[in-house]
């Protein structure tokens, strides 16, 4: 069936992949009316009980301890012990830690209800969980032990942070055999895998995590005669924060960049004329769904029914057989602004010649479409090395057709975020304005002398080395590399 595993690492990548999963419920037919536009194999899980099938997302989510919120991992699968007839038939003292409360929303869904979109807020939607409609298999639901939800600080000891890269390889290994299992107990229930995401934010410790989870993926089932055909893609998700820790970003970068067959690092857009007033580029909510559209593009091609289109070819049409030029740096959320109909049957109202002859005549061209700027390098005059567009049918200069481009924002659980939301589009690019940001990246490094920064990038020379081979890798025809020690 052609299908699809994602890892979440982090809670940012569970509020992106939230949405993501809502649109896949929404695909579900309860009715015998409705048509099946989307196969539901490609990215849930169906198993049959008593007749009835239940869908799970083939999803593996790794988080802080905590960081479910009011999720437990047995929540929807097993009742509720009574906390009180356990602890006085064990002769036990209760302690009860401060769990977060279901919202409204959340409530809606377990009664069976349908829920409304104005019960979500910014405040009580800081978990993703607060929005997420399927539930998930218990095994599916990982927990880093040491840190806590939600700003990553370690139980013992309160200064040290989940923000360094060595900190999420070291904590990798602490889960590497659970979820180990977990991916291949996933891997022997599928008929036929297209790949691998794996989303993950990047200027912290998930950077390191996620480094270290696809090397293992990687090699241990991805690294050998047909296996290597396989699809590992990486989303890299940029944090809002005003200072960041940038050698981890770059590290994370440049390791998920070598590991992966294609990776997408998206940034987060402060505002733009796409966006509403309402948009607030700190709340994880507003983030994870706006991020979630451009996904959802390539996700509704993975799935849809009519014309579907693998991973695998949307990889090749970006990389060309370039396969160390992973890198998508150029990545836009489009909407095509429709002409205004004229309400007046060709007749002029309030007509004023003198305007006319001040003026001019007003142009009859469509005004061009609004943009998001996802990608970590803005539309420039840099030479294009490869390109996919991504819109409904009549696009101009589409590469691949997805007729339901705007359906992730349709979702009662996405936040009113756009000015309009309809007339989607989606644009990938690969082009030569990486260079100038893998420049920056190799002189920070060139830089770098003290021990605790070393402890960051591990062998300075060789990721220099990697950063320039990825250099060459944009570089068309000759460039002068003399600006490589400044």
Not at 98 to 117: T, W
Not at 341 to 353: H, P, S, T
Not at 401 to 428: K, R
Request: charged letters at 25%; proline letters at 4%.
């Amino acid at each position: 069936m052609h299908e699809v595993i994602t890892f979440s690492n982090s809670q940012s990548s569970g509020h992106l992949l939230a949405q993501l999963y809502n649109v896949q419920a929404s695909h579900l037919v309860y009715s015998n009316g409705r048509k099946t536009v989307h196969s539901n194999n490609v990215f849930l899980s169906p198993t049959s009980v008593n007749g009835r099938t239940k869908y799970y997302p083939r999803a593996i989510n790794v988080e802080f301890s905590g960081g479910y919120g009011f999720l437990g991992k047995h929540e929807y699968h097993e009742k509720k012990a009574d906390a009180v007839q356990l602890a006085e038939a064990y002769g036990a003292v209760l302690q009860r830690a401060p769990k977060p409360e279901k919202n409204e929303y959340q409530k809606c869904l377990d009664a069976c209800h349908k829920p409304e979109r104005s019960m979500l807020t910014k405040e009580n939607t800081l978990c993703w969980t607060s929005y997420s409609k399927l539930v998930y298999r218990p095994s599916s639901l990982a927990e880093l032990p040491d840190f806590q939800s939600p700003e990553g600080t370690h139980k013992n000891f309160a200064r040290l942070r989940f923000d360094e890269f060595q900190i999420g390889e070291n904590e990798y290994q602490k889960v590497q055999k659970d979820i180990g299992d977990v991916l291949r107990a996933n891997l022997e229930a599928l008929d036929n895998i297209q790949g691998v995401n794996f989303v993950s934010e990047l200027d912290n410790a998930w950077g390191g995590f996620t480094s270290e989870l696809m090397t293992d993926v990687k090699d241990e089932y991805f690294n050998n005669g047909a296996n290597n055909k396989h699809c590992l893609w990486a989303y890299g998700l940029y944090s809002p924060r005003a200072t960041k820790n940038l050698l981890t970003e770059i590290r994370s970068f440049v390791e998920l960049a070598r590991t992966a067959t294609l990776f997408l690092p998206l940034v987060v857009p402060e505002t733009c004329s796409l966006l509403s007033v309402s948009y607030d580029h700190t709340s994880p909510w507003h983030r994870g769904a706006l991020q979630s559209v451009l996904v959802n593009s390539l996700w509704g091609l993975n799935s849809q029914l009519e014309l579907p289109v693998r991973m695998a070819a949307i990889e090749a049409e970006l990389v060309k057989g370039f396969d160390c030029r992973t890198i998508v740096n150029e990545i836009e959320l489009l909407q095509e602004k429709k002409p205004e109909k004229n309400d007046f049957f060709g007749l002029v109202q309030d007509v004023n010649i003198l305007d006319f002859y001040q003026t001019g005549p007003k142009s009859s061209k469509i005004p061009a479409s609004e943009k998001a700027q996802l990608g970590v390098n803005q539309s420039c005059s840099a030479k294009q090395l490869s390109s996919v567009v991504i819109g409904p049918q009549g696009t101009e200069n589409c590469t691949f057709t997805n007729n339901y481009m705007q359906e992730a924002a349709e979702q009662d659980s996405f936040p009113e975020i756009f000015v309009q939301a309809a007339n989607f589009g989606a644009s990938l690019k690969q082009t030569t304005a990486m260079r100038q940001k893998l420049k920056d990246y190799r002189k920070v490094i060139s830089r770098v002398r003290l021990p605790r920064q070393m402890e960051v990038i591990r062998d300075k020379d060789e990721l220099i080395e990697e950063i320039s081979m990825l250099i060459e890798e944009y570089t068309v025809g000759y460039s002068d590399e003399s600006d490589l020690d400044e």
